[in-house]
């Protein structure tokens, strides 16, 4: 793996910011390959008049095979497997700095991504946000917004697909010392189907702050591209249709503190779901079961609750772990949620054993999700859990030297079906941040 940024500008009127990551593996099986190469391009300027305009443009380019095949004695050429991804993205916008002789703040972007695969399929997604604020007083302020999100998916000799999407996002602030709420609406245009999805969040606080709850009632459209869906599963089908899902969430929670090193938060949530995307093996047209096809799940309930704790001590120690459990119900056109992990924990540590020296160390585990048997049937994968632990030691004020080892535990676990994970690796790169600055 190799990192490398480039930092320009004076750092307050104007400044350009360069990024170019790549890391790459390779296997025990045959054909259980992947290298991934990012690079990208941002910067800003503030104009004379209130104005700061912030721009970028990257290219990702992600090369793997489609190696989950079963039974493993079963021959394929490089180019059946090769299942290869670009995109490359830009976005343009402005904001005012400080808020205009009548309270308004503004922040009109527009980004752009082209999403292309190796098989000559294309899509391009466009979205344009434009948020307008206008305070009143102290305390109150009046939010309103307008996103317009259009894709056109064009496969290879076959008829393009446009989705398009557009929603208003009015709504009342208000903001205290311990009061922190918006009530709203989110009126939404789903191509030719209308949602009208509430928006309403509270955020009550004592008067130290050390402690908060947290309350809403919210919904909006989340937008099924084949970029979103292939950024879930990269071994799938390209989509044949394009379903938005609609998300209502209605949740109460806390977080807080307990002196100046504990921290905590805990969500529970009752959501609905309408056209909820699921994966499963294609056992009928993809020899071997190794590619996915994208199934439509018309409605789906999920009970979520979330947990997080923390402990630090200033930079040098920090912990956090976290617990998402997810209980899919209520299904209408599918036997199980396939592909949808039920339960999550996560930890993350980091270390300072000497000046310039970092220990980190990662914990994930989780239950295996459901898949689709050739059958019909459905089984459920088994849980995981990986541990990777590195150390990071800077040698000089630009360059970092870092290694990573990675499952520890050499457990041989499957996020999705037939497609087992690498066993104990290591990694090593180097950082490089060269910054250059002028007066």
């Known amino acids: 793996m190799c990192k490398q940024g480039f930092l320009f500008g004076d750092g307050e009127t104007a400044g350009l910011n360069i990024y170019a990551k790549h890391v790459g593996s390779d296997g025990k099986r045959d054909f259980q390959k992947f290298s991934n190469t990012n690079v990208k391009l941002s910067g800003y300027f503030r104009s004379g008049n209130n104005l700061e305009w912030n721009a970028g443009i990257g290219m990702k380019q992600e090369r793997m095979y489609k190696y989950g095949y079963e039974p493993q004695t079963l021959s394929f050429s490089n180019d059946s497997l090769k299942q290869n991804f670009q995109t490359i993205s830009a976005r343009v916008g402005f904001h005012n700095i400080n808020k205009t002789d009548f309270g308004l703040t503004y922040s009109p972007e527009v980004k752009i991504d082209v999403f292309s695969d190796d098989l000559k399929n294309s899509e391009s997604n466009t979205v344009v946000n434009l948020p307008l604020q206008k305070t009143l007083g102290t305390e109150w302020a009046i939010n309103l917004g307008i996103t317009f999100d259009l894709t056109r998916l064009s496969p290879k000799n076959k008829t393009a697909l446009n989705n398009t999407m557009y929603y208003i996002s009015p709504s009342v602030l208000y903001k205290s010392s311990n009061i922190n709420a918006q009530i709203g609406i989110r009126p939404s245009w789903d191509n030719k189907s209308f949602k009208m999805f509430p928006n309403v969040l509270a955020d009550i606080s004592t008067e130290d702050r050390r402690f908060t709850f947290q309350a809403g009632w919210t919904g909006y459209v ?218």
């Open 222 to 439: 989340r937008k099924t591209t084949y970029m979103y869906l292939a950024g879930e599963n990269p071994w799938l089908f390209i989509p044949d249709q394009l379903k938005n899902t609609w998300i209502e969430e209605r949740f109460a929670g806390f977080k807080g503190s307990v002196g100046d090193h504990f921290s905590y938060a805990a969500k529970v949530g009752f959501n609905k779901l309408n056209n909820q995307p699921l994966f499963v093996n294609d056992t009928l047209t993809a020899l071997g079961g190794k590619s996915f096809r994208v199934l439509n799940e018309s409605k789906m309930n999920v009970v979520n609750f979330g947990g997080e704790l923390g402990f630090n001590i200033h930079e040098k120690f920090s912990i956090i772990t976290g617990l998402t459990f997810n209980q899919f119900s209520g299904l209408q056109d599918n036997a199980k949620a396939y592909g949808l992990i039920p339960l999550e924990l996560k930890a993350a540590m980091r270390l300072q054993i000497i000046k310039d020296l970092w220990l980190k160390t990662d914990l994930f585990a989780w239950d295996g999700a459901k898949y689709q048997h050739k059958d019909g049937s459905f089984g459920n994968l088994k849980g995981a859990m990986d541990l990777s632990a590195g150390l990071e030691f800077k040698i000089t004020k630009n360059i970092n030297l870092w290694t990573q080892f990675n499952n520890v535990f050499n457990k041989e676990y499957q996020r999705w079906n037939q497609y087992p994970v690498y066993g104990f690796n290591f990694v090593g790169g180097v950082v490089f941040s060269f910054d250059q600055k002028t007066k």
